[in-house]
């Protein structure tokens, strides 16, 4: 009875395992995440995440997901206003902030890479409220420090649920995870004109942020860079 106890209390635990947030969708909303955020990434520095946080960063990790090579980006309202692929990382950051440095202002970024010296310098210069990455060096991580309130994570491997979950008119709807991820063995032209292997590569990259935008997505890009959407 005592090892069947236990065994019940740590079910209840890991169903029940909730964290309170600094507020919901608004200040005067309370607000409550349920499951374990310590699996996902580990918090280096800033103030208590909130409920707008959490989607945000919902949305910008599943993006970083869907690209292998050197990319940094910047979310707003779970949509990303600036992305941009680049073998530096240091110019990924700069074009990224190119492409809407005014919505830019207060958002989350991401990147795949880990953050060095000159990165963290050029992303320092700029007003955010959260950096994920895989990792960032010792001199890194003592400039994007130098704000205490500013929200500084380390991104960590998990496996992301196959099904999504959303609450409405007082029930829930369920949908599959979208992880598919075009290549280009994906793309079949119907058109006289072939486009070029750079075209093709530049159309798999729009459409990776096309993915991670919402509602009916029009994005423009160039050279791996967003323009606009």
């Not at 635990?13 to 600094?22: A, V």
């Not at 310590?38 to 949305?59: H, P, R, V, W």
């Not at 990455?133 to 649920?161: C, G, H, M, W």
């Not at 793309?187 to 919402?214: D, G, M, W, Y």
Request: proline share 5%; glycine share 6%; hydrophobic share 40%.
């Amino acid at each position: 009875f005592g090892i069947s106890s236990q065994y019940d209390h740590a079910i209840f635990n890991y169903f029940n395992k909730s964290t309170p947030l600094r507020y919901g969708e608004n200040p005067h909303q309370p607000g409550t995440y349920y499951g374990n955020l310590d699996t996902i990434f580990d918090k280096l520095n800033g103030k208590e995440i909130s409920f707008n946080n959490i989607l945000d960063l919902d949305a910008a990790i599943g993006m970083m997901n869907d690209f292998s090579e050197p990319v940094s980006a910047i979310f707003k309202h779970n949509n990303p206003c600036g992305v941009a692929c680049r073998a530096d990382l240091t110019e990924a950051w700069q074009k990224a902030l190119e492409g809407d440095p005014v919505s830019a202002f207060g958002g989350v970024v991401a990147s795949n890479q880990m953050i060095e010296r000159i990165t963290a310098e050029e992303i320092n210069k700029l007003f955010f409220e959260i950096l994920i990455a895989p990792d960032y060096t010792p001199v890194a991580l003592e400039i994007l420090r130098s704000k205490k309130n500013r929200i500084i994570l380390r991104l960590k491997p998990f496996d992301r649920q196959a099904k999504i979950f959303r609450s409405a008119l007082n029930g829930v709807i369920e949908q599959t995870r979208d992880l598919k991820s075009e290549t280009l063995a994906d793309l079949q032209p119907v058109t006289r004109k072939v486009p070029s292997e750079n075209v093709k590569e530049e159309l798999i990259f729009a459409n990776k942020i096309a993915k991670h935008a919402k509602s009916n997505a029009i994005v423009l890009t160039k050279n791996k860079q967003l323009l606009g959407i």
